[in-house]
């Protein structure tokens, strides 16, 4: 979106617009974790044109989690609590 479109939006659809850009943001850095990365093609790009610039690519560190199997629920709820 350029500059004029934006200034003949309606204030309703720019609100809308500005409510999804965080989960567009989360959504690119679940896939591409450099904000390194992000920021640059953000400011360039804008929100509309981040998912079509920052995709996940081969050799991307990606965080893993741990996942514990827990068969006795008492040990599991003795570490929550």
């Known amino acids: 979106m350029n500059d ?17 850009a965080p989960s567009v943001i989360k959504a690119v850095y679940s896939e591409l974790p450099s904000y390194d990365i992000i920021v640059p093609v953000l400011l360039k790009h804008g929100v509309d044109g981040l998912r079509e610039h920052c995709k996940l690519t081969p050799g991307t560190v ?12 008492s040990l599991l709820i003795s570490i929550i609590y």
């Open 62 to 73: 990606i965080n893993c989690y741990r996942v514990f199997n827990y068969s006795n629920l």
């Open 4 to 20: 004029s479109e934006y200034k003949t939006m309606s204030k309703n659809d720019k609100t809308a617009k500005l409510a999804e």
